[in-house]
């Protein structure tokens, strides 16, 4: 379990190039970016791949990841869409920022300050999901992802049941 990426974390009070995983084992506060994907009031989701260091098999917003060290987050949440769902062109809007603390399993921890992000999606959205990231994506009304998070909380992402919970009108309006 490698992962070379460096991210922006804080250290000692400053930003600092760090290791992801490095930064996930610690706990460093760092910064990520999280993306939505709306058609009306429908939500694209996808479900994580097996394969991922953390929290596989689990359902999380369209996307999310972290910045590489000096990438602004307009441009990671473009091309993470791009290598994970193989959606380009979209309007990215950004929200108001996130910070949240989540355990997500092995010791690991999410402390993260996020840039939000939400897109609308044509009617023709082309979706082209990467397999060893995603597992599965799907679009589900807002009002029954909230019950079904709510009926099967085990079945999604920390973070999605944090934003979900704590930060919906501050990324939906």
């Known amino acids: 379990m490698t992962d070379e990426t460096t991210?922006?974390?804080w250290v000692d009070?400053?930003?600092m190039p760090v290791g992801k995983l490095d930064a996930h084992r610690r706990a460093l506060r760092h910064k990520a970016v999280s993306v939505f994907v709306m058609a009306g009031d429908r939500l694209l989701?996808?479900?994580r791949a097996a394969g991922k260091y953390h929290t596989p098999g689990l359902?999380?917003?369209t996307c999310c990841t972290h910045p590489h060290w000096g990438e602004d987050g307009a441009t990671c949440a473009a091309r993470r869409l791009a290598e994970e769902l193989g959606i380009e062109g979209l309007t990215l809007n950004p929200r108001e920022d996130i910070e949240y603390r989540?355990?997500?399993g092995n010791g690991l921890t999410e402390h993260e300050v996020v840039e939000v992000f939400v897109a609308e999606a044509p009617a023709d959205l082309w979706i082209d999901p990467n397999p060893e990231e995603?597992?599965?994506?799907?679009?589900?009304p807002l009002p029954d992802l909230l019950a079904e998070v709510a009926a099967h909380p085990d079945r999604f992402t920390?973070?999605?049941r944090i934003y979900l919970s704590d930060h919906l009108p501050r990324i939906f309006g």
Do not use: F, K, M, S
Request: charged content about 10%.
């Open 7 to 9: 991210i922006p974390a």
């Open 45 to 47: 989701i996808q479900q």
């Open 13 to 15: 009070g400053r930003l």
């Open 102 to 104: 989540a355990d997500v």
């Open 59 to 61: 359902w999380a917003n």
């Open 158 to 160: 920390p973070w999605l």
């Open 134 to 140: 995603v597992q599965a994506v799907r679009w589900t």
